[in-house]
């Protein structure tokens, strides 16, 4: 599996598993049946309320584990932290986020300025956020000189977001996608990713999942059964070519955004 570098300088698989709407009943046998596929990258959030599931289905093993801090929480980071990791049964994640930016409460400047303080504590070993625009990096990389190793944000060929990608290259901060193949059905029988598909005898959710990898973006595609996640596991063995490429960057729309926009959430 291939690890992207991050620029605290530790480094992370590129590869992960998304665990949104897994119920916490459930995500202990889902993360297991990852973990023995091979994933070593597991993705939840305090708002997906499966922390506890999560850590049940990562004891033991040598996981990237990352958390999320929720928008209501932005005022008691550390708090909300120690409360994730008792669910999560670690004593620190890999990776701690600030969810959304939620600037009409305007707290995320200081949110992140204790995820700093909890990094250093040990708390976690690196600190990052989630669906920020460069207005939102701007601002807490000059209130504190510290840049996020990584912004995870919707991305998919119906919405590639390619100048908040340029920003995070410039500024050394990892694009993780989510949602990477959208709403599912939609994007996977779009004429042109079945085309791709059809000419490498793959699964469209293979095509897709290979695009983000390709263009070096991490990415955590979500599954609930072991074919989906072997099928989406397998995607790294895949290499489209610059057709290929060429045409699911084509599909880029300008209204392809699904989820909320960080400016009003």
């Known amino acids: ?103 009409a409460k305007g707290r995320y400047v200081d949110a992140w300025k204790k995820l700093i303080d909890l990094r250093e504590a040990g708390k976690t070993r690196s600190i990052g956020v989630s669906n920020f625009l460069p207005d939102h990096l701007d601002t807490i990389i000059e209130a504190t000189g510290v840049k996020p190793v990584l912004n995870q944000i919707e991305l998919h060929p119906d919405f590639q977001q390619r100048d908040l990608r340029a920003y995070h290259d410039e500024h050394d901060i990892v694009t993780q996608s989510w949602s990477p193949i959208g709403q599912g059905k939609t994007l996977l029988e779009n004429d042109t990713i079945m085309r791709i598909a059809d000419k490498h005898a793959r699964s469209a959710a293979q095509i897709v999942i290979a695009w983000h990898l390709a263009h070096g973006l991490s990415v955590i595609p979500k599954a609930s059964s072991q074919d989906h996640l072997g099928d989406n596991f397998a995607a790294q063995d895949l290499t489209l070519d610059d057709e290929d490429m060429a045409a699911i960057d084509a599909m880029d729309r300008d209204d392809g955004r699904m989820g909320p926009h960080p400016e009003s959430m």
């Open 1 to 103: 599996m291939t690890d992207l570098k991050l620029n605290d300088g530790r480094s992370m698989p590129q590869l992960g598993m998304g665990t949104y709407q897994i119920p916490d009943s459930q995500a202990a046998m889902v993360v297991r049946q990852g973990l023995d596929t091979g994933f070593r990258l597991v993705d939840t959030a305090a708002i997906y309320d499966n922390e506890r599931g999560v850590g049940k289905g990562v004891t033991g093993a040598d996981v990237f584990l990352t958390t999320k801090l929720w928008n209501d929480r932005q005022g008691d980071p550390e708090a909300a932290l120690d409360e994730s990791l008792a669910l999560l049964g670690v004593g620190a994640v890999d990776l701690y986020l600030i969810h959304w930016p939620a600037p």
